[in-house]
């Protein structure tokens, strides 16, 4: 029914509309709303289709072509900043491998290169428990920070196109979609390797001391030497 109004009412880009307005949908579906409230706080289907025919008639254009201006303008430092964004994600993953990478080292006593000092296998393996669970943090937090980035990028271009076409698009939560359950999944995940991480690091130092005799343990089996 939507469709056809916009259809009547000659608006273009239908299909972006159409889909935002199905993103919005699920979006508040996953919150817990019904269909029915949903589409009570949108409006009549029609009455939305000539706000877009009327926003489509008001923007001439040169007052677009000089929005387009403003908005590349913008958007090269927006650009590059979004680019370092996604850079410290590639980071944060780097952590999460090689902390893996790190802690199957050292229960398999697997030294490439001869990187890894000395440790006592209990001690080793302790640690590398702390790595694993840093590296499920380090997992946790790459998907987390793509999740944003990627949303944040669709806002952008969501308050682009508004911008531009003075238009009545629905803007975009602040918040990127997540089912509860895989949100609540991904927290207790989150919460128990922070407690397993910081636990077992602390019990591999202390491990550590105890065998050297020596809370510098470092220095007794000669690590920087």
């Known amino acids: 029914m939507f ?27 996953e919150e817990g709303k019904t269909e029915e409230e949903i589409s009570n706080n949108l409006g009549n289907p029609k009455n ?11 923007v001439n254009k040169y007052e677009k072509g000089t929005k387009r201006f403003y908005i590349s303008m913008l958007s090269i430092p927006s650009f590059l900043v979004y680019i370092l964004m996604w850079l410290s994600v590639i980071a944060v993953f780097a952590l999460a491998v090689s902390s893996f990478a790190l802690g199957f080292c050292l229960i398999t006593r697997i030294n490439i290169f001869n990187l890894i000092p000395y440790i006592p296998y209990f001690s ?21 920070m793509a999740l944003y980035i990627k949303h944040w990028g669709k806002i952008y271009v969501r308050w682009s196109s508004n911008y531009i076409n003075g238009g ?7 918040q990127p979609s997540l089912s ?4 609540f ?12 991480f910081f636990t077992m690091f602390t019990l591999g130092y202390f491990s550590m001391a105890l065998s050297a005799g ?6 007794v089996w000669g690590w920087f030497v």
């Open 3 to 29: 469709k056809n109004e916009l259809i009547k009412n000659n608006v273009s880009e239908i299909d972006d509309i159409l889909n935002d307005y199905e993103e919005h949908f699920k979006f508040k579906l």
């Open 48 to 58: 939305i289709a000539r706000e877009f025919e009327n926003n489509n008639v008001q």
């Open 124 to 144: 080793a393996f302790i640690t590398a428990l702390s790595y694993f669970a840093l590296s499920i943090i380090s997992s946790i937090a790459t998907f987390y």
């Open 168 to 174: 009545h698009y629905l803007s975009i939560s602040k």
């Open 180 to 183: 509860k359950k895989i949100s």
């Open 185 to 196: 999944t991904l927290k207790l995940i989150l919460v128990i390797s922070t407690i397993v």
């Open 214 to 219: 020596n809370l510098e343990f470092w220095h």
